[in-house]
């Protein structure tokens, strides 16, 4: 059974930065595109990085473009979202997911099959 558990959200202030860490078993995870979402209150969840389980490829939501960095470690199965020049629009519930299928590009929501608990990241303004 595949398990992901984040860490790392927090309150920081405007422009601050803070690192999210996600921590997966029970999956051959260098086979996985690994990703990101989050969900602000009251909005749907939303799509905010991924990484490819080849080659390590990298695909960014426009809105966190240039600010936000996401990378993986096969060795220890650890997928991060380095996130830089915070706003508070970046506010919510931050998640990781697993690509549903190993050797597949998850290109969409639905393509991703397994789910983290989440962490809550506050920026305040």
């Known amino acids: 059974q595949v398990k992901l558990v984040e860490s790392g959200g927090g309150l920081v202030q405007a422009g601050g930065s803070l690192r999210l860490s996600c921590a997966a078993s029970?999956?051959?995870?260098?086979?996985?595109?690994m990703g990101w979402f989050r969900q602000a209150p009251g909005k749907q969840r939303e799509f905010v990085a991924r990484?490819?389980?080849?080659?390590?490829?990298?695909h960014y939501a426009d809105s966190v473009k240039g600010r936000f960095d996401i990378s993986r470690d096969n060795a220890n199965m650890i997928v991060y979202l380095q996130m830089d020049s915070l706003k508070p629009e970046d506010t919510a519930v931050y998640y990781c997911?697993?690509?549903?299928?190993?050797?597949?590009?998850?290109?969409?929501?639905?393509?991703?099959?397994?789910w983290g608990q989440g962490t809550q990241v506050t920026v305040s303004s």
């Open positions: 997911a697993a690509a549903s299928q190993e050797w597949t590009i998850a290109k969409q929501e639905t393509d991703f099959g397994s």
């Open positions: 990484i490819r389980w080849t080659r390590g490829n990298t």
């Open positions: 029970g999956l051959i995870f260098s086979r996985y595109d």
